[in-house]
C-alpha cells in the first residue's frame, strides 16, 4: 500500500512540472512586409514557432484586429521541442500595414497564455506605364 501512494504522489508531482513554453522565431514577434506591391506579394506570411517545454503545446485560438487579416493555427498539438507555424494573410489593401494577432495557447512562459504577434510594412500600387505614353526625353539630356 505504503509502495502504490509513494508512487502516485510520484506521478503527481512529475504532471506538476510538465509544462509547455512557445518561442517565436520572428525578432520581437513582429514579421516586417517592407514596400510590397499587391500585383507581386500574396500577401502570406508565416510565423515560426518552437515548443521548448516538456508537455505538448496547444493553440486553442488566434484571432486578428481586423478582417483584413487571415491567420490559421495549427490544429494538433506541438510537442516539445517540435516546430509550429501560423499562417497569416492580409488582403493587400494600398497603404500602411499595422496589424496584431493575438494567439491564445496554454504557454506558461508568457502572460495569461496570450502573446501579441505583430505584423507591419506598406503595400503600394504598381505604377504602370501606358505603352501609348511616350516618355519626353531631349537628345541633350
Avoid: W
Avoid at 495549427?74 to 517540435?82: A, D, F, L, R, V
Wanted: glycine share 6%.
Amino acid at each position: 500500500m505504503k509502495t502504490l501512494i509513494v508512487l502516485a504522489s510520484f506521478l503527481v508531482s512529475t504532471l506538476n512540472y510538465a509544462q509547455a513554453k512557445i518561442e517565436f522565431k520572428a525578432k520581437d514577434n513582429t514579421i516586417d512586409y517592407g514596400t510590397v506591391s499587391k500585383e507581386t506579394d500574396n500577401g502570406i506570411r508565416t510565423f515560426e514557432f518552437t515548443n521548448t517545454g516538456n508537455a505538448p503545446l496547444i493553440i486553442s485560438n488566434v484571432q486578428s484586429t481586423c478582417g483584413c487579416t487571415v491567420p490559421t493555427k495549427p490544429t494538433e498539438p506541438i510537442q516539445p521541442g517540435q516546430t509550429g507555424k501560423i499562417d497569416v494573410k492580409y488582403n493587400m489593401n494600398p497603404g500602411p500595414i499595422r496589424k496584431t494577432i493575438t494567439v491564445e495557447c496554454n504557454a506558461v512562459n508568457i502572460d495569461e497564455g496570450r502573446i501579441a504577434l505583430k505584423i507591419k510594412g506598406e503595400v503600394i500600387v504598381k505604377q504602370e506605364i501606358s505603352p501609348l505614353e511616350k516618355k519626353k526625353t531631349s537628345p541633350m539630356e
